[in-house]
């Protein structure tokens, strides 16, 4: 492979993983108070790192997004990257079984891309055909793999065992991952994270008002999402509060 092509984002994302992994096999006999989540003392110490992440640089940077991004063109980034991972999310709804949606997402991609501007309009929704987000942890979860502890990657927030192993194929399943040049690519990277973080404004501040513990609130609301999407049919339809990942 030429080394011009190799994906840089991928590996520093790939780094961020591994790093992730070394921590949790230090971690592993940390004391906890609660045995549904054995590392939480490595939990809240990652769950407090992206915390400030947030507040110092992604939040302040969302906000001046959101300030000087005009509502119909954050929708248009929105949808354009949606679209784009709609892709990934049919092929795993297929993987899991689930041939009719993963049919339904599918013409959901085609529809947006040839009708709504190669997915800045969200021409599918408005032909009632509404976004069901798929990866592949919730695809190993189908499988039967098993959630394994819970736990808080650095920069990609709540996750468990079973996720953080499904994160380098959805890394690779992402259409983005291949966009050349690399540039464009970075620089579309950067944009969808920011525009991503700018849509959960209001949910992160409800967050901030109405829970007494953060972490508690996040990860009991995690594990119970997660285990939804793998339960029931439909239990992977994207709402904001859904993604919020401190």
């Known amino acids: ?84 991972g709609d892709i990934w999310s049919s092929i795993n709804q297929l993987l899991q079984g689930r041939v009719e949606q993963g049919v339904s997402t599918f013409m959901r991609v085609a529809i947006n891309t040839t009708f709504g501007l190669g997915g800045v309009l969200d021409v599918a929704t408005e032909a009632r055909l509404p976004r069901e987000k798929s990866d592949f942890g919730q695809t190993l979860g189908k499988w039967g793999v098993g959630s394994g502890p819970y736990v808080v990657l650095p920069f990609f927030g709540p996750s468990t065992v079973r996720d953080t192993a499904g994160l380098p194929i959805d890394f690779y399943g992402d259409v983005w991952t291949y966009k050349r040049p690399t540039r464009w690519r970075n620089v579309g990277t950067v944009v969808r994270i920011v525009d991503r973080r700018a849509q959960l404004l209001d949910a992160s501040t409800l967050l901030e008002d109405a829970a007494l513990d953060k972490y508690d609130f996040v990860r009991d609301a995690y594990v119970q999402r997660r285990q939804s999407q793998i339960d029931g049919a439909g239990g992977g339809r994207e709402r904001k509060e859904d993604a919020i990942k401190p």
């Open 1 to 84: 492979m030429n080394k011009k092509t190799i994906n840089t984002g991928n590996a520093a994302r790939l780094g961020a993983f591994a790093l992730a992994a070394a921590a949790l096999t230090g971690c592993a006999s940390t004391s906890t108070s609660n045995p549904n989540d054995p590392l939480e003392g490595f939990n809240r110490a990652m769950f407090s790192f992206n915390d400030t992440v947030d507040k110092v640089a992604l939040k302040p940077a969302a906000q001046a997004y959101d300030t000087v991004v005009p509502t119909p063109v954050q929708h248009g980034v929105g949808n354009f990257f949606g679209n784009l």
